[in-house]
């Protein structure tokens, strides 16, 4: 079987102030560095508002619809900004997520990778924050459990950043587990390991500043185990590159290879609990370097599993 990708050209239209880690190139750099690969190419299409409705009431969604400006950019809070292709951007990465889980889920690939922007795990149910609007991943995990009747989904989260929407969207989500590692301390502040979930289905692996691939390597072995226990029917990864030593925005020493390592762990992971179906989703990385090489890594290893 293949692994597909999803992506589409409205992840260029949400257009950020210059200067703006969160910006166009990241897009073109990682799509770049993927042209080469043999990649079933899928169009991400636009999630309705019923499926965004999954995480986010109807408010929410309107509240950020009518927000987007005619031309120029507003500003949502210090570090989320809105264009006028903003909204149709955050319907695409939705979209692409909701895409991804329907082929894998109907055995069309073995895997997918969905590369678009605005990220999303910051999106908490009616605040929007850390350059995010919506939930892609989280959106995604109540799909597959709503609409295709699964009965346990894994939802992994490796960006330097807490994953403090994914946590918000999922806390009381019984058949879903949440799974992430960051730096610590770090914005936004959140992540600690008290943090358990409304059905101890939530697990944070914070990281110190300096910390590096073996101090990764030591926190997600267990948590492996974790998931394994959980016996997820499918693995949503949320795919952050910014623990790269090279990223600007945090100060985790994380390099390739360490990203090959955990994205390997969960393939093979996931070819033991889930027959392989993985959906993982872009998220953080602002070294577009880093995120060129960390992110084309990540998606070989996905090709290797899915063969």
Same mark, same amino acid.
């Given at each position: 079987?293949?692994?597909?990708?999803?992506?589409?050209?409205?992840?260029?239209?949400?257009?950020?102030?210059?200067?703006?880690?969160?910006?166009?190139?990241?897009?073109?750099?990682?799509?770049?560095?993927?042209?080469?690969?043999?990649?079933?190419?899928?169009?991400?299409?636009?999630?309705?508002?019923?499926?965004?409705?999954?995480?986010?009431?109807?408010?929410?969604?309107?509240?950020?619809?009518?927000?987007?400006?005619?031309?120029?950019?507003?500003?949502?809070?210090?570090?989320?900004?809105?264009?006028?292709?903003?909204?149709?951007?955050?319907?695409?990465?939705?979209?692409?997520?909701?895409?991804?889980?329907?082929?894998?889920?109907?055995?069309?690939?073995?895997?997918?990778?969905?590369?678009?922007?605005?990220?999303?795990?910051?999106?908490?149910?009616?605040?929007?924050?850390?350059?995010?609007?919506?939930?892609?991943?989280?959106?995604?995990?109540?799909?597959?459990?709503?609409?295709?009747?699964?009965?346990?989904?894994?939802?992994?989260?490796?960006?330097?950043?807490?994953?403090?929407?994914?946590?918000?969207?999922?806390?009381?989500?019984?058949?879903?587990?949440?799974?992430?590692?960051?730096?610590? +301390? @770090?914005? &936004? =502040?959140? *992540? %600690?390991? $008290?943090? /358990?979930?409304?059905?101890?289905?939530? !697990?944070?692996? +914070? @990281?110190? &500043? =300096?910390? *590096? %691939?073996? $101090?990764? /390597?030591?926190?997600?072995?267990?948590? !492996?185990?974790?998931?394994?226990?959980?016996?997820?029917?499918?693995?949503?990864?949320?795919?952050?590159?910014?623990?790269?030593?090279?990223?600007?925005?945090?100060?985790?020493?994380?390099?390739?290879?360490?990203?090959?390592?955990?994205?390997?762990?969960?393939?093979?992971?996931?070819?033991?609990?889930?027959?392989?179906?993985?959906?993982?989703?872009?998220?953080?990385?602002?070294?577009?370097?880093?995120?060129?090489?960390?992110?084309?890594?990540?998606?070989?290893?996905?090709?290797?599993?899915?063969?």
């Amino acid at each position: 079987m293949a692994t597909a990708l999803f992506t589409h050209a409205d992840a260029l239209d949400h257009v950020t102030p210059e200067g703006h880690p969160e910006r166009v190139a990241r897009i073109e750099h990682l799509l770049h560095a993927l042209a080469g690969l043999d990649l079933v190419r899928e169009t991400a299409p636009e999630a309705t508002e019923a499926h965004l409705r999954l995480c986010h009431p109807q408010r929410y969604i309107d509240r950020i619809r009518s927000a987007v400006p005619d031309s120029g950019q507003f500003q949502l809070d210090a570090d989320t900004w809105l264009s006028s292709g903003s909204f149709r951007a955050g319907l695409r990465g939705a979209g692409a997520a909701i895409a991804a889980v329907d082929m894998v889920l109907g055995g069309q690939v073995a895997n997918a990778f969905c590369a678009m922007r605005p990220p999303g795990h910051h999106a908490e149910t009616e605040t929007p924050m850390g350059f995010c609007l919506f939930g892609n991943v989280a959106i995604a995990a109540k799909l597959a459990l709503e609409a295709h009747g699964l009965a346990r989904v894994a939802v992994v989260d490796f960006d330097v950043h807490h994953g403090n929407g994914t946590q918000d969207l999922l806390w009381d989500e019984a058949r879903s587990l949440f799974i992430g590692s960051h730096q610590m +301390p @770090l914005w &936004p =502040g959140t *992540g %600690g390991v $008290e943090d /358990r979930g409304e059905h101890d289905n939530v !697990l944070n692996l +914070p @990281l110190p &500043p =300096g910390s *590096g %691939g073996s $101090e990764m /390597r030591s926190v997600w072995t267990p948590a !492996l185990s974790r998931i394994r226990d959980f016996q997820p029917e499918l693995l949503i990864i949320s795919a952050g590159f910014d623990a790269h030593q090279d990223d600007p925005l945090a100060q985790l020493e994380w390099n390739v290879d360490d990203f090959r390592w955990i994205t390997r762990e969960l393939c093979d992971l996931a070819a033991d609990v889930c027959d392989g179906r993985v959906v993982s989703c872009l998220e953080g990385g602002y070294d577009l370097g880093a995120l060129s090489t960390s992110g084309k890594a990540h998606v070989e290893i996905l090709m290797e599993a899915g063969q």
